[in-house]
């Protein structure tokens, strides 16, 4: 993401009003900056960052020291196990007080769905305020930031060619809400998008 822009940590916005618990859900493909636009949420909302590749990094980690490996079905399943655990954790253990950023890049298939609903479900049970949002990215920015070094040390796809093919070939998962927020990354600071999300969340109302 080109530019960022400085944030003190805190849990209030410019006017001095606290921030509400929520859980913010930022969706889209494969370095569109889900992970850096959910760093510069928590710097302002000081919620707990939450996103996609740590939980399938202990899962990930295991294959380092083999040459190609390839993530098979069983790891999947494994790491849905954690994702479970996460999820558990947030929705019956964490105090109520927390608030969440979570990350996914979903395909457009059912197993999406239900985990989408899974999270809606979860913020609705602690009583925090749900507010998806979509990211997108021009297709050659993206498939620039893909050999970055932070997403090799994060172990995830940094193989540019790999990635083309994958984003060619992949319809990705967008929430079916009537207000859907959908924020272009291509140009935009990741501070500039943190605020355009919890501008719109403080729109919001717990259901």
Not at 22 to 41: D, E, H, N, Q, R
Not at 197 to 202: G, H, M, Q
């Amino acid at each position: 993401m080109s530019g960022s822009d400085q944030h003190q940590g805190h849990d209030e916005d410019v006017d001095g009003r606290p921030f509400p618990p929520s859980i913010i859900y930022l969706l889209g493909p494969l370095a569109v900056g889900k992970f850096t636009v959910a760093k510069a949420i928590a710097e302002i909302n000081g919620a707990v960052v939450v996103d996609n590749q740590l939980i399938n990094l202990p899962i990930f980690s295991l294959l380092t020291g083999w040459p190609d490996a390839e993530v098979t079905e069983g790891m999947w399943k494994e790491i849905d196990f954690v994702r479970d655990a996460v999820f558990r954790t947030i929705e019956e253990v964490a105090p109520r007080s927390v608030s969440y950023v979570l990350t996914n890049a979903l395909e457009e298939e059912p197993e999406a769905y239900v985990l989408y609903e899974r999270v809606k479900r979860i913020a609705a049970s602690r009583g925090s305020l749900f507010l998806p949002v979509v990211l997108t990215c021009d297709r050659e920015e993206q498939l620039r930031r893909i050999p970055d070094p932070s997403r090799t040390q994060r172990l995830k796809t940094d193989n540019r060619d790999r990635a083309k093919e994958y984003l060619e070939s992949t319809t990705f998962f967008a929430p079916g809400e009537i207000d859907l927020l959908t924020i272009d990354t291509t140009t935009m600071s990741p501070g500039r998008a943190a605020d355009l999300v919890l501008a719109r969340l403080l729109r919001r109302e717990v259901p």
